[in-house]
């Protein structure tokens, strides 16, 4: 499966990867210096395997396309702008996704407390709204293990994602997939909207209305067709360009 590096030069992998650390902390998705966002770099001359990264113990609002630290496969640091490294523990869920999943670009992990709340429920995300829909049958579950130091629960959550794009960890967070940066920030939102909503709903007291499944599976094939045109088709992506902007960014 094609890897999409091809629409993307160096610069702008950085400025999109920036954006989506300052973006997520603008919505406040962020949590504090830990969770993180990382993008698989194009091989190095030597064959090496490149990730992008952010420095341990900035702020997403502070990560910029200067200061992002390459890495490889192990987290070994190939160059490191800023000099204060990077998380270890951070990298372990990522590394492991992106070496057995190439149409993974970027990997988008976070702890929101909707996100987490959902994560915490034995019933997961609903199909309860039109965010929520996106996502039918598309989620996947992983058992909480701990906090991520075990390089051995990798394989794990790997062989439970399987090909899905993202993941609840129960009692931890969320885990999204994305073959550009756009694509995971995007997913990202609507993933936290549906958590929100699904907790504001469930709070009511009332009588949940699920989505019935015929149409929540159009639903979902609607917003996998849109994604592909932007993705696949190479069109240009309206939504990515007003999140730039409302950065103060240049989408060009």
Same mark, same amino acid.
């Given at each position: 499966?094609?890897?999409?590096?091809?629409?993307?030069? %160096?610069?702008?992998?950085?400025?999109?990867?920036?954006?989506?650390?300052?973006?997520?902390?603008?919505?406040?998705?962020?949590?504090? %210096?830990?969770?993180?966002?990382?993008?698989?770099?194009?091989?190095?001359?030597?064959?090496?395997?490149?990730?992008?990264?952010?420095?341990?113990? =900035?702020?997403?609002?502070?990560? $910029?396309?200067?200061?992002?630290?390459? #890495?490889?496969?192990?987290?070994?640091?190939?160059?490191?702008?800023?000099?204060?490294?990077?998380?270890?523990?951070?990298? $372990? %869920?990522?590394?492991?996704?992106?070496?057995?999943?190439?149409?993974?670009?970027?990997?988008?992990?976070?702890?929101?407390?909707?996100?987490?709340?959902?994560?915490?429920?034995?019933?997961?995300?609903?199909?309860?709204?039109?965010?929520?829909?996106?996502?039918?049958?598309? #989620?996947?579950?992983? $058992?909480?293990?701990? %906090?991520?130091?075990?390089?051995?629960?990798?394989?794990?959550?790997?062989?439970?994602?399987?090909?899905?794009?993202?993941?609840?960890?129960?009692?931890?967070?969320?885990? #999204?997939?994305?073959?550009?940066?756009?694509?995971?920030?995007?997913?990202?939102?609507?993933?936290?909207?549906?958590?929100?909503?699904?907790?504001?709903?469930?709070?009511?007291?009332? $009588?949940?209305?699920? #989505?019935?499944?015929?149409?929540?599976?159009?639903?979902?094939?609607?917003?996998?067709?849109?994604?592909?045109?932007?993705?696949?088709?190479?069109?240009?992506?309206?939504?990515?360009?007003?999140?730039?902007?409302? =950065?103060?960014?240049?989408?060009?």
């Amino acid at each position: 499966m094609a890897d999409g590096h091809q629409n993307f030069d %160096i610069q702008t992998m950085r400025r999109d990867l920036a954006a989506a650390y300052q973006y997520i902390a603008l919505k406040g998705m962020d949590d504090g %210096i830990y969770t993180h966002i990382s993008v698989r770099m194009p091989d190095g001359p030597d064959g090496e395997k490149r990730f992008l990264l952010n420095p341990f113990g =900035l702020r997403f609002d502070e990560v $910029t396309p200067e200061n992002l630290v390459t #890495i490889d496969e192990t987290g070994a640091v190939i160059d490191d702008p800023y000099g204060a490294g990077v998380n270890d523990a951070g990298f $372990t %869920i990522h590394s492991a996704v992106h070496m057995a999943r190439h149409d993974a670009v970027c990997v988008l992990h976070n702890h929101t407390v909707a996100g987490v709340a959902v994560s915490s429920v034995k019933e997961g995300l609903l199909s309860l709204n039109q965010w929520s829909a996106q996502f039918h049958n598309r #989620i996947a579950y992983h $058992t909480y293990e701990g %906090i991520a130091l075990d390089l051995a629960e990798r394989e794990r959550i790997v062989a439970d994602l399987g090909d899905k794009n993202v993941m609840l960890l129960r009692n931890h967070g969320t885990l #999204i997939l994305g073959r550009s940066v756009a694509e995971a920030v995007k997913k990202a939102i609507n993933l936290e909207n549906s958590c929100k909503a699904q907790v504001a709903a469930l709070s009511m007291g009332l $009588t949940p209305d699920p #989505i019935p499944e015929e149409v929540a599976e159009h639903t979902a094939k609607q917003f996998e067709m849109y994604d592909d045109m932007a993705e696949v088709e190479g069109k240009q992506d309206p939504e990515w360009a007003a999140m730039l902007r409302e =950065l103060g960014l240049a989408s060009a």
